[in-house]
């Protein structure tokens, strides 16, 4: 309770679906934070089957940029039967959808506990080793509120962008939590998982990468305390590329995956 | 005209949205193949936005198992603006929905030949060396109808499955095409990200893996002639595991991508 990352993404239902008052804190580039944006959409479906309260698999088309104020979530149950719920979610502004989403639900409580994995947790050096996104020059001069919500570490071999010298690999990572020390949860993770300024920074070209479609897949609960986040991309083409995100949390398990198709940068 | 494939994906515009008749030919496991049901959707989503005849995104949720049959696909525009329209999908049977989905369209010959990659082609032997599905014997010790639709050819690396003997790397890759010789295009690529057998078989798990939610992209035009596919995971956890595709054409180029979140087959 009173945690800003609750109250920024609270939603209350009314007769027409859920209203939502998006918080300039997230302003980022050219519009809101699309991982925000998800948070808040992630909240209203939870909302909307209580009994299976965290995200499995949320795919969101982004139609148009975000502005902070209210806006509405409209939720639609396709079919909610065994373990699992299907809800397709739409946030709006006045008469312009923002977001269309899909997304499955359950309970990842109730998983069984086997894991196999042959996914290597981010290979990142101490978090006092590691740089604070404050400490790195942004490419525009100037500092987005978003980055206000966050305390971000960025490994040293990943920030070369900052100072015109990215490393052309497509990588970045760093350790991540939020500013007040709100510990995640599944639904927060959809933020986390585009947080992180886009991975086309690191291939020398810093500017707003408008997301066209996420989807999120989040694995297990996470534990609390700080997480790995790494964001890779092989395949820039057609003036779009993809981008691979992971999340680990501090016990070193995989909680979430996501793949995200984004325009490339245009010059500025 | 005439091929199997611009047959059994046909969709007929109705007052009621696109009807479709899913043939039995795509039988396999315990339904309808997702790739091919993809298909079907995807052309209807061309046909509801002509001038934007190109899948760039798609995101399925898989509801409920579809059986052969007739089928209605009602699709509705989000917005549609600029280079790209996005559209939601709905596949149904009588009452029951089987997939909802999202999709992103445009044209993919109107968009810029840059490519910057640092994915790599899958490494296949010459087709001449690859194994035919037909030589493998099934798990189940039957041939689903669906074999009969393709021709692959499997990497001999990564058929130890056939014979008891998984690789144990989450990892299969084929040569493909469709068994009459259609040449491949941007919807077809839908169901090429889907037709291989599940990863899991890799792993020493053969059984049908449920596809619970599939995102497509799909990146260029697709050169005429054999296509090179290749599944792999990385994490199985919580009884779910993800599928990443790749799917390169004759012109060496990286033409879609996929990632799915499918449920672990469980033991016969």
């Not at 609270?10 to 804190?25: H, N």
């Not at 894991?115 to 006092?128: G, I, K, N």
């Not at 404050?134 to 919500?149: F, G, K």
């Not at 585009?194 to 996420?214: K, M, Q, R, S, Y």
Request: charged share 20%; proline share 10%; glycine share 10%.
């Amino acid at each position: 309770m009173g945690h800003e990352w609750d109250l920024h993404t609270a939603v209350e239902a009314t007769p027409d679906g859920f209203s939502a008052d998006l918080d300039p804190g997230w302003v980022v580039g050219g519009g809101v934070n699309g991982g925000y944006l998800l948070g808040v959409i992630g909240r209203a479906v939870a909302e909307t089957v209580p009994a299976k309260p965290d995200p499995f698999a949320v795919s969101a088309f982004y139609v148009s940029a975000s502005r902070p104020g209210p806006a509405t979530v409209r939720t639609r149950v396709v079919r909610d039967g065994g373990s699992t719920a299907t809800v397709a979610a739409e946030l709006s502004q006045g008469r312009d959808v923002r977001i269309t989403a899909l997304a499955t639900y359950g309970d990842l409580s109730g998983l069984p506990d086997d894991v196999r994995t042959t996914a290597v947790e981010p290979d990142l050096p101490p978090l006092e080793e590691c740089i604070p996104a404050t400490a790195a020059p942004d490419p525009a001069h100037e500092v987005p509120p978003l980055m206000e919500r966050f305390e971000m570490r960025f490994d040293p071999t990943c920030v070369g962008w900052a100072v015109g010298q990215p490393s052309g690999r497509g990588l970045l990572q760093a350790w991540f939590r939020l500013a007040d020390g709100r510990d995640p949860d599944p639904v927060q993770l959809l933020m986390v998982l585009d947080a992180l300024p886009p991975v086309t920074f690191d291939l020398g070209h810093p500017g707003w990468a408008p997301t066209i479609e996420l989807t999120a897949h989040v694995r297990a609960v996470p534990a609390p305390g700080w997480l790995k986040v790494s964001h890779r991309t092989r395949n820039v083409a057609g003036g779009m590329f993809e981008e691979d995100c992971e999340v680990w949390d501090s016990a070193g398990r995989l909680v979430a995956q996501s793949r995200q198709l984004a325009r490339f940068p245009r010059p500025a």
